[in-house]
């Protein structure tokens, strides 16, 4: 049996803004609106569908994005021009840093809604330290 993540929700307090906001900073499309939701489509099939539902608080939530070399570089070079804070952890206790775990990079930076963004070249547990 082959197992894939299909899609998963994104809860937003601006379910365009913060769909355009991840779209730009990967490189990537805005879907059409689905329903209450507004997709942005991973290359790998996997959607993040956001949603900014009925205005209750939600608990922000971690999302990392397996990259190319290249792709970091475009992507990172995005996060710069744009200003964006950044870090090498995901406790923000190293800004304006980026991270070689496993033989790789990796950065962490916030959407608009602060949820934890991550970028990373090599999964974790991959390489060396």
């Known amino acids: 049996m082959t197992i894939e993540l299909n899609h ?19 490189g990537l499309e805005v879907g059409p609106q689905y329903g209450p939701f507004i997709p942005v489509a991973i290359p790998n099939g996997v959607t993040l569908d956001f949603y900014d539902g009925d205005g209750q608080p939600f608990v922000a939530q971690h999302y990392a994005f397996l990259v190319s070399e290249d792709e970091f570089d475009d992507i990172f070079g995005r996060i710069k021009e744009r200003g964006l ?8 206790r190293q800004p304006r840093q980026i991270n070689t775990n496993d033989g790789g990079r990796g950065v962490y930076w916030n959407d608009p809604d602060g949820h934890k963004l991550e970028i990373i070249t090599r999964p974790y547990g991959s390489g060396d330290e």
């Open 8 to 26: 998963t929700i994104v809860h937003a307090t601006d379910k365009a803004a913060s769909a355009r906001f991840l779209a730009d900073v990967l």
């Open 85 to 92: 804070d950044y870090w090498a952890d995901p406790y923000h």
